[in-house]
T-cell receptor, first 112, second 111 residues
């Protein structure tokens, strides 16, 4: 069955370190998204991609970057982790712009 | 700016009763709406969606109602079960596939 996976599921890192969160989908979806979820803020869009080599900034993109070298993967990089980036991160994908998004299981990131 | 919000942050219902979760949206150009269910420690799970050319859509035990006049969306769950306990999010799509999520309503089902 097609699915979307994230790794690692839990990560503890130190302030200033570079961190990369992986997202892999086997739906063959063109559209992929990264969100962060914090209490009181719901899900907020960080970056998104509509296809290979396409990346776009979302609502809360500062301090994050993504790259899309193939259809299946959209890794999220925190260039220099900050305590404010402690959060749960969700990756999602969709097959069309007017279609539902399918979410991964999430990565809980703690920045000390 | 655009926003999608929920009227009630928590909802407690008795098992077997019907549940209604409400959502308000602000952008009249939104053309697609989704309800997601999120259980503790998991990612949001698609429940049901509705497009702006409809005012009602039914699934298995769930119904979504859309009132474009007052920009209101609701999710009705029939015969609520303990397994329905979760946080429910509404989301609107009006920006080329990007979703705007509401804050979420926590549904608690009492046995």
């Amino acid at each position: 069955d097609a699915e979307i996976t994230q790794s690692p599921r839990h990560k503890i890192t130190e302030t200033g370190r570079q961190v990369t969160l992986a997202c892999h989908q086997t739906w063959n979806h063109n559209n992929m998204f990264w969100y962060r979820q914090d209490l009181g803020h719901g899900l907020r869009l960080i970056h998104y991609s509509y296809g290979v080599h396409d990346t776009n900034k979302g609502e809360v993109s500062d301090g994050y970057s993504v790259s899309r070298s193939n259809t299946e993967d959209l890794p999220l990089t925190l260039e220099s982790a900050a305590s404010s980036q402690t959060s749960v991160y969700f990756c999602a994908s969709s097959g069309g712009l007017g279609n539902e998004q399918f979410f991964g299981p999430g990565t809980r990131l703690t920045v000390l | 700016g655009e926003s999608v919000g929920l009227h009630l942050p928590t909802l407690s219902v008795q098992e077997g009763d019907n549940s209604i979760i409400n959502c308000a949206y602000s952008n009249s150009a939104s053309d697609y709406f989704i309800w997601y269910k999120q259980e503790s420690g998991k990612g949001p799970q698609f429940i049901i969606d509705i497009r702006s050319n409809m005012d009602k859509r039914q699934g298995q035990r769930v119904t979504v109602l859309l009132n474009k006049t007052v920009k209101h969306l609701s999710l009705q769950i029939a015969a609520t079960q303990p397994g329905d306990s979760a946080v429910y999010f509404c989301a609107e799509n009006n920006q080329g596939g990007k979703l705007i999520f509401g804050q979420g309503t926590e549904l608690s089902v009492k046995p």
